[in-house]
């Protein structure tokens, strides 16, 4: 009798132990970098030095490979990068806007802006920075003419895709009255498409991957109605699929009431991560979609700042609160990469030292494995899984 009314005991799982990520190399002044991409065994790092945009090439020991500038421009920016199936970097950013610049449409005079041929200083303020301008830089640092569009607006660019197709690069744009984000591509002979605009007073596009059927998938926040989708919050988190030729097909949007919700990054698998914000809480998302954006799996996790995936098993954020699966309690918000299996359990996790208080990205290496971009007050650096 007592066997038949005792309960069987219940194993508790066991915890996933955290293991720490070692540094690889750091890559410069949180000022001056602004992302870095790999080529080959290289890391190419991009930003803005001296109110310059520039690239530098490191080894896995940080040894200066190369160093170049790639606009004279005071005030040039660099933003984004890829690169391409044979190792060429191709470096997205902005430019001032200046007399040159502007093309006149054919048949039109245009007034003369400086008849005293005047020295005129470049402009330095963000909001002239009007240029889309994408640089093509070799894997030895040799960089060749820039592709150049000019807008009427301020433009940033934030991701840059490449495949077989050529580059498609999205950003926001920003004036007085604007405050959207966009989707272009361009040729790898140097012809941009037709610049498509998302949205006109309160969208930010900050990720883009392509489908396998063609299409593409942009993810960024949204405070207006897109495609006919109202706003449900006081932010929403947007996924918009783009058709072939850059032309909206539909958009969905986060649902939550009285609450921030943000996409930060997407991937060809479609994981998605990003953020949430409801009234003092916060939280960052991640979420597995099918070709039909219907959520495979979805987890939230206390934390703070970006969610960046990698493939269709990682998330990178700022972690500030216990996770149920882990062996882990921060006390201030530190780097925590999580890997999931194909079917959206927690299967490892890792994390950088406390100290890196911001993340710049990530990324994957053939040669390494995932790369985790941090900065702390000091200094960029980049991490890697320790596999010993």
Do not use: C
Not at 211 to 223: K, M
Not at 372 to 377: I, M
Request: net charge positive.
């Amino acid at each position: 009798m007592l066997l038949a009314t005792t309960p069987t005991a219940q194993a508790v799982p066991k915890k996933i132990t955290v293991n720490p990520l070692k540094l690889l190399t750091t890559i410069g002044l949180p000022s001056e970098v602004s992302g870095v991409v790999v080529s080959g065994k290289n890391l190419i790092v991009y930003g803005t030095q001296n109110s310059r945009a520039y690239a530098k090439a490191l080894d896995v020991n940080g040894t200066e490979l190369w160093k170049i500038q790639l606009d004279q421009s005071q005030g040039s920016v660099a933003t984004a990068a890829a690169v391409d199936a044979v190792g060429d970097i191709w470096i997205a950013g902005s430019t001032p806007l200046v007399a040159t610049s502007v093309v006149a449409p054919s048949g039109t005079t245009q007034a003369t802006i400086n008849p005293d041929n005047a020295v005129i200083p470049a402009p330095t303020l963000a909001g002239d920075l009007k240029v889309l301008t994408i640089w093509k830089v070799s894997a030895t640092g040799v960089i060749g003419s820039p592709s150049v569009l000019p807008s009427n607006h301020a433009i940033l660019p934030t991701a840059v895709l490449i495949d077989k197709a050529g580059l498609t690069i999205v950003g926001s744009l920003a004036s007085e009255k604007t405050s959207a984000g966009f989707i272009i591509s361009l040729s790898f002979s140097g012809v941009f498409s037709k610049l498509t605009q998302v949205g006109s007073i309160s969208t930010t596009i900050e990720s883009v991957s392509r489908n396998t059927d063609g299409t593409f998938t942009l993810v960024g926040p949204s405070g207006e109605t897109i495609a006919g989708k109202k706003l449900a919050g006081l932010v929403d988190g947007l996924i918009v699929r783009v058709s072939k030729d850059l032309k909206i097909v539909s958009a969905i949007r986060s649902s939550i009431s009285k609450g921030k919700r943000i996409w930060n990054s997407t991937t060809a698998s479609l994981l998605l991560g990003g953020e949430v914000v409801v009234g003092n809480k916060r939280e960052v998302a991640v979420t597995k979609f099918s070709s039909r954006y219907l959520p495979t799996w979805t987890f939230r996790f206390p934390g703070t700042g970006p969610g960046f995936t990698i493939g269709s098993t990682q998330l990178l954020f700022l972690s500030s609160g216990a996770v149920p699966e882990l062996a882990w309690n921060p006390k201030t918000p530190t780097p925590l990469l999580i890997t999931f299996n194909s079917k959206g359990a927690i299967s490892a996790a890792d994390s950088a030292p406390i100290g890196q208080r911001l993340l710049l990205g990530s990324l994957e290496s053939k040669e390494l494995g995932p790369l985790v971009v941090t900065s702390s007050a000091d200094t960029v650096s980049i991490f890697i899984r320790n596999t010993r």
